[in-house]
């Protein structure tokens, strides 16, 4: 988890794969209290669009921790950053005179890359040691967790004996998904040049103050950009990304894909379907609520059983234990002592006839009907354990 330009993944001798220049940015990170100027504005992104001052702001903390973008032609020299020119254009990218305290400046350059390989040997990559995305959405941070999600709990079981085989899941698992999340974040950073585009009304690609005051004077214009700002939603809303995604491979017993929306990056349709991530579904437990995903326990496996609906199920997972293998049974659902807060909203996520087996990370291993769900099941358990 060496980073963008990992050592590591250098020495393993990985290349990255995909675009490898974007666009050049220089990131001038200082503080200042700008509350003033963005009051009823509030927000955590702003863009100025100026055809000398083009660049991004980002408000950590409006009040005080600033970071500004500023984008470069993509043969400037960005070794040794010209620190006084990007002062002067961070001043005027402001317009007001408040004052500043410069902390750093640093270059780097927008990828939308995956390494050609996650492992050599006892070796994994995670985070941007494995993929490198534009910053749009916050998709790679939430990759790199996801990467560490997957990898640590394949980890913690070949150390207490499972077979290491299970850690070649790791990028069959990982890779595809980051694949998917970097094509959605090349998607969010080159739609935004739509909003460019509308407020570009002489078409030069430059945007200047008398382009912005002809958009501001015609509510035709003024609505075409409102459109195109619109049209960013989906970049700011990304929980089918983030929450739908779906394993396959080895350490799932996949039994079909799972449901899609009309906007799969946007909009997350939970379901039991193997791969995917146990839903949600609020319980109440001693007098407390919790939800479903908090029955994952970290260092075990799992079988959730809506009560006592599978004979010889006790016996199986007892004999389990007996054989080393660490899984714990859970009974949830209506008549157990984890009854659902809401049995309409429970019944429609989690069949009563289904046995699951969820991994460690809380994603559904596999799930069983049926009068021999019980052996299935506790089967299934012990194949994860002993690929």
Not at 158 to 164: I, L
Not at 357 to 367: S, T
Request: glycine share 10%; net charge negative.
């Amino acid at each position: 988890a060496d980073g963008a330009g990992s050592r590591v993944r250098k020495a393993a001798g990985f290349d990255m794969v995909g675009p490898d220049n974007i666009q050049t940015y220089i990131n001038v990170h200082f503080k200042a209290n700008l509350r003033e100027l963005v009051s009823g504005r509030e927000g955590i992104l702003y863009w100025v669009m100026d055809e000398a001052l083009t660049g991004t702001f980002i408000a950590h903390d409006i009040d005080s921790n600033w970071i500004f973008m500023k984008a470069v032609d993509a043969d400037e020299p960005i070794d040794s950053i010209d620190e006084d020119k990007f002062a002067t254009l961070l001043k005027a990218s402001i317009g007001a005179d408040v004052p500043i305290e410069i902390q750093s400046m640093n270059a780097w350059r927008m990828t939308a890359q995956i390494s050609s390989g996650y492992r050599a040997g006892g070796i994994f990559l995670v985070g941007d040691a494995a993929h490198r995305f534009p910053p749009t959405g916050g998709i790679g941070m939430n990759t790199g967790f996801q990467d560490a999600h997957n990898l640590v709990w394949k980890l913690g079981m070949v150390e207490r004996g499972m077979a290491p085989e299970i850690l070649a899941t790791y990028e069959p698992e990982r890779k595809p998904i980051a694949q998917t999340n970097s094509d959605q974040s090349l998607h969010n950073a080159l739609k935004m040049i739509e909003v460019a585009v509308a407020l570009d009304v002489d078409g030069d690609q430059r945007i200047t103050a008398g382009d912005i005051d002809a958009v501001l004077a015609d509510p035709e214009r003024l609505a075409a950009v409102q459109t195109a700002v619109d049209a960013q939603a989906e970049h700011f809303n990304l929980s089918g990304l983030d929450l739908g995604l779906c394993y396959t491979g080895a350490a799932v017993l996949e039994d079909g894909p799972p449901p899609v929306s009309d906007n799969p990056a946007s909009n997350y349709l939970p379901s039991t379907t193997p791969g995917a991530r146990l839903p949600h579904a609020t319980l109440l437990k001693d007098g407390e609520p919790i939800s479903t995903l908090d029955l994952v326990p970290y260092d075990h496996l799992l079988i959730l059983s809506q009560g006592d609906r599978h004979p010889g199920l006790d016996a199986a997972v007892e004999t389990l234990r007996g054989e080393g293998v660490p899984v714990h049974l859970e009974m949830f659902g209506s008549g157990t002592a984890a009854p659902p807060t809401d049995d309409a909203a429970f019944a429609a996520l989690f069949p009563a006839d289904e046995l699951l087996l969820v991994r460690p990370d809380g994603h559904i291993a596999g799930r069983f009907r049926g009068d021999n769900a019980a052996q299935e099941a506790c089967r299934a358990c012990a194949g994860l354990w002993s690929p």
